[in-house]
Nanobody, 119 residues
Framework: QVQLVESGGGLVQPGGSLRLSCAAS????????MGWYRQAPGKERELVAG???????NYADSVKGRFTISRDNAKNTVYLQMNTLKPEDTAVYYC?????????????WGQGTQVTVSS
């Protein structure tokens, strides 16, 4: 059974940093690209960063140069290092396995982790 567990969120001041982690159970992690998504109040969930099995990455324009996605295949874990955080980064962050060509999602959504950027 697939399970995705996000952690590492919190309250941070503008300009600060956070590192999110997503632990994946089951075979989903080893055979799919992984993505970090976020959903702000009143907005749709959006993909902010993705990484293929081979390590190729892609980022939403809004986070390029500030966020870095990485994965540890031995630990079935994907990370999101977030630097120079802005108030507009405030959202619940989720991870999932996906197909970069079609955006198809392979796993259930986890509980997410709340990131709040505020002074």
């Amino acid at each position: 059974q697939v399970q995705l567990v996000e952690s590492g969120g919190g309250l941070v001041q503008p300009g600060g940093s956070l590192r999110l982690s997503c632990a994946a159970s089951g075979s989903i992690f080893s055979i799919h690209a992984m993505g970090w998504y976020r959903q702000a109040p009143g907005k749709e969930r959006e993909l902010v960063a993705g990484i293929t099995i081979g390590g190729r990455t892609n980022y939403a324009d809004s986070v390029k140069g500030r966020f870095t996605i990485s994965r540890d295949n031995a630990k079935n874990t994907v990370y999101l290092q977030m630097n120079t955080l802005k108030p507009e980064d405030t959202a619940v962050y989720y991870c999932n396995a996906y197909d970069p060509a079609s955006d198809y999602l392979f796993g259930p959504w986890g509980q997410g982790t709340q990131v709040t950027v505020s002074s």
